[in-house]
T-cell receptor
Framework: EADIYQTPRYLVIGTGKKITLECSQT?????MYWYQQDPGMELHLIHY???????EKGDLSSESTVSRIRTEHFPLTLESARPSHTSQYLC?????????????FGPGTRLLVL | GENVEQHPSTLSVQEGDSAVIKCTYS??????FPWYKQELGKRPQLIID?????GEKKDQRIAVTLNKTAKHFSLHITETQPEDSAVYFC?????????FGAGTILRVKS
């Protein structure tokens, strides 16, 4: 298993709360990604980063924001959670470069907003 | 941008039979094609991948074929077992970002 971690694994929270989902990897990977996935459904890219101080929005519009201050960490923040944010959030990383494109996924955070 | 279509959306096979999942992509510059398996409640895990300079790759019961001209690639699982039941995702990329197919639910009936 790749060393990529996500916390919390499960989160139930009320509408309007601010939440931060943590993602960290100990492999020194430059490239990191956040995906949103409803159970058994397609993975939608919502944010990505190619290195420290680099962040980009993904293909799926999201009200979340991300930061990349350190190589190891790529937290995702929702300023005001809504029921429509209920989903699973998966973090992934890879080193980048030719022959090193394989993305490794974290275990995911299941978010339920009441 | 890249678009990946995956078929079928669900597939039921008898244990021991073969399963084939097909994907097409739109960007001819894509050069990396991984396949992920996601069991219920688990993270997606890479099971096999192929690069554009190769036409076929095998790993025990799993094989992937790539047709660059037609822009499609397929996953073949032989001698299916109940533990092969999962959701399978194909993806394509030409650098860093992966574009995923919508997934195939594979059920292996024993």
């Amino acid at each position: 298993e790749a060393d990529i971690y996500q916390t919390p694994r499960y989160l139930v929270i009320g509408t309007g709360k601010k939440i931060t989902l943590e993602c960290s990897q100990t492999m020194g990977h430059d490239k990191m990604y956040w995906y949103q996935q409803d159970p058994g459904m397609e993975l939608h890219l919502i944010h990505y980063s190619y290195g420290v101080n680099s962040t980009e929005k993904g293909d799926l519009s999201s009200e979340s924001t991300v930061s990349r201050i350190r190589t190891e960490h790529f937290p995702l923040t929702l300023e005001s959670a809504r029921p429509s944010h209920t989903s699973q959030y998966l973090c992934a990383s890879h080193p980048g470069g030719q022959g090193r494109e394989t993305q490794y996924f974290g275990p995911g955070t299941r978010l339920l907003v009441l | 941008g890249e678009n990946v279509e995956q078929h079928p959306s669900t597939l039921s096979v008898q244990e021991g039979d073969s399963a084939v999942i097909k994907c097409t992509y739109s960007d001819s510059a894509s050069n990396y094609f991984p396949w992920y398996k996601q069991e219920l409640g688990k993270r997606p895990q890479l099971i096999i991948d192929i690069r554009s300079n190769v036409g076929e790759k095998k790993d025990q019961r799993i094989a992937v074929t790539l047709n660059k001209t037609a822009k499609h690639f397929s996953l073949h699982i032989t001698e299916t077992q109940p533990e092969d039941s999962a959701v399978y995702f194909c993806a394509a990329s030409k650098g860093n970002k992966l574009v995923f197919g919508a997934g195939t639910i594979l059920r292996v009936k024993s």
